[in-house]
């Protein structure tokens, strides 16, 4: 199987139209279903790295935790023009702390 060699995003029009001046497929979702919808179907395809809207990926936890599972795409939450969560973060903080045992993001210990 030829390696996977394109980016995709997924989010509301506004916030991810600018992305296709730059060389990124963009896709449109106005909804968690249509998110989940699109993010399913570019799974199976040759995309290295898929980047949704940290709104919509909220939304879609199961589905996301199940696309993060496989070595293609890397899936990335990414703030949009609403006010970020925190939600993208979050994961980054989480996948470097599974990855290497210990937080180097926040250099905080996590009180249990």
């Not at 030829?2 to 896709?27: Q, Y």
């Not at 990414?78 to 599974?98: A, H, L, N, Y």
Request: hydrophobic share 45%; proline share 6%.
């Amino acid at each position: 199987m030829p390696m996977p060699n394109k980016i995709a995003v997924i989010g509301d029009k506004d916030s991810v139209l600018a992305f296709k001046a730059v060389g990124v497929e963009v896709f449109d979702a106005a909804s968690a279903t249509e998110a989940q919808a699109l993010l399913r179907k570019l799974t199976t395809e040759r995309y290295a790295v898929v980047f949704i809207a940290e709104s919509l990926a909220e939304q879609i936890p199961e589905t996301l935790a199940k696309a993060k599972l496989q070595t293609y795409p890397a899936v990335v939450p990414i703030p949009t023009g609403r006010e970020p969560s925190g939600f993208g973060m979050q994961g980054i903080k989480s996948d470097v702390e599974k990855a290497i045992g210990v937080d180097i993001i926040f250099n905080k210990e996590d009180k249990q």
